[in-house]
């Protein structure tokens, strides 16, 4: 009787073992797909959940901002998300964002385009306990932990010296930017003109929006071009202007036109290389998504943070435009 009775207690013993360990596997399921709902990742997916705002997906310059940003979120574990509308709209980036904050994801990294909207959204997401990393772009009158990307000013006025040492300091310039509302886009005009101001010979004489738009860009310019003849210069300020220029020169056999452009597309370069675009100065958007990633996970790991990483831009020309195609 003894040893059937001690039979019996092993065998319940076991049984309620088996039962315990079915229901703590099933609450932890339940528990990740609960995360997972709310925008964290589950522990079957281990790491935290960031959430990347680009200005325009498919976008060559984003697409680096991408490809860095997720080499350095696999080395540290993270489970990176990319998102953006598919065509340049402040509105839907701000709804993006807005969607990440109610997703309570662990961390976002977005462009600050204008303090007005950006800076009351931003504050609203570090106040949820969600640190915001601005890229590209700062807004820094915001809670943003950080701001990574380039110094907008000191490449506009990087922008101001290649004219003046294409021109002698002397000559008329239209300028195309990418946006009328975006704040890196007005700090590198800004840059522009504060080197031109300091040179009687050279004038501003135009400047109009592309919208991020290359096909805005053909007609601003063209249209520039038709109203001011006497324009010698054109300097474009984001990634699709000088191609825009280029085009609508060739269109309106404006031959004698120095073009500077703004970013290392593949096509800028090419243009470069066939000595139709005089230079450009490039940015790092690999190198901005990679740093993002990074100070977010040293943040994680308890590191204070700067206020300001800046990444550096190179100039390219006809001597050096290979290099572009590493940035």
Known sequence: MDKKWLGGVIVLFLLQAYLFIGFANHS??????VKELSGHPGDSKPGYHIVLIEQERYHPYWEMVEKGAKEAAEKYGINIEFTGPVRNNMEEQISLLEKAIAARVDAIIVQGLNDEKFTPVIDKAVERGIPV???????????????????????????????????????????????????????????LSHIVKNYSGLEI????????????????????????PEIDVMVGTSSTDALGVLKASKSLKSGSLTIIGFDNQEETLAAITRGEIKATVAQQPFLMGDTAVRLLHEHFQGTSLQREYYTEVKVLDKSNVQEGESL
């Open 28 to 33: 932890a399921r339940m528990g990740n797909i």
């Open 133 to 191: 990393i601005t890229i590209d772009t700062d807004a820094p009158e915001s809670k943003r932990l950080a701001y990574v990307g380039t110094d907008n000013v000191a490449a506009g006025e990087t922008l101001g010296r290649m004219v003046v040492q294409t021109t002698g300091g002397k000559g008329k310039i239209g300028v195309i930017i990418g946006s009328e509302l975006a704040k890196n886009q007005l700090q590198r005009l800004n840059g």
């Open 205 to 228: 004489v135009d400047v109009r929006s592309s919208n991020i738009s290359h096909m805005e860009a053909i007609q601003q310019a063209a249209d520039m071009l038709r109203l001011h």
